[in-house]
């Protein structure tokens, strides 16, 4: 079975911290990307990444940087965590090209709380 | 820009019963795709249905299917005989066809279905 799999379920940090939100998927898929999810907001995109070492800014990418050194895996960091990045982070991944696969491969999420 | 509005914040309705979600979306676009997904209280975001937007026939995955409206940009999921475990956050998405396969989400429909 596909997996993306995030290595934190919860997590909880304090201001000022640097913060790396790991995922990694096993399907081969070129693209990979990092929401933000909150409640009456839904799901914003904050960086995709469509190949190894490159990354590109989604909506709110303002706090935020990604790394993708291997194609499996792509990091979220928040340079310095602040309260207003409390939320809930998910990871996805794509195949571009696979039509009858169009869609995104979730990850299970990191709730992070900055305290 | 797209966008996608999904009018219903919160639902109800008995179990066994039919409900329909409702979802708008508005582009220039004219190849898409449209997607409802869910994301039950375990978290893991789950594809229900997808629809390209040249096919003129609604797609249906057992007892959810689509009414798509392409011409009125309207994309509704009808759940027949729901069952408790329908219940879940269900969001809306679009997504042009381009190389990065961006997915845009509206914000949400939390549906509970009630025994």
């Known amino acids: 079975d596909v997996k993306v799999t995030q290595s934190s379920r919860y997590l909880v940090k304090r201001t000022g911290e640097k913060v790396f939100l790991e995922c990694v998927q096993d399907?081969?898929?070129?693209?990979m990307f990092w929401y933000r999810q909150d409640p009456g907001l839904g799901l914003r995109l904050i960086y995709f990444s469509y190949d190894v070492k490159m990354k590109e800014k989604g909506d709110i990418p303002e706090g935020y940087s990604v790394s993708r050194e291997k194609k499996e895996r792509f990091s979220l960091i928040l340079e310095s965590a602040s309260t207003n990045q409390t939320s809930m982070y998910l990871c996805?991944?794509?195949?571009?090209?696979?039509?009858?696969?169009?869609?995104?491969?979730f990850g299970s999420g990191t709730r992070l709380t900055v305290v | 820009a797209q966008t996608v509005t999904q009018s219903q914040p919160e639902m109800s309705v008995q179990e066994a019963e039919t409900v329909t979600l409702s979802c708008t979306y508005d582009t220039s676009e004219n190849n898409y795709y449209l997607f409802w997904y869910k994301q039950p209280p375990s978290r893991q975001m789950i594809l229900v249905i997808r629809?390209?937007?040249?096919?003129?026939q609604n797609a249906t995955e057992n007892r959810f299917s689509v009414n798509f409206q392409k011409a009125a940009k309207s994309f509704s999921l009808k759940i027949s005989d729901s069952q408790l475990g329908d219940t879940a956050m269900y969001f809306c998405?679009?997504?042009?066809?381009?190389?990065?396969?961006?997915?845009?989400f509206g914000k949400g429909t939390r549906l509970h279905i009630l025994p």
């Open positions: 399907m081969d898929h070129e693209n």
């Open positions: 629809q390209e937007a040249y096919k003129q």
């Open positions: 996805a991944s794509s195949f571009p090209g696979q039509k009858a696969n169009y869609g995104y491969t």
């Open positions: 998405a679009f997504m042009k066809l381009h190389r990065d396969d961006k997915i845009i």
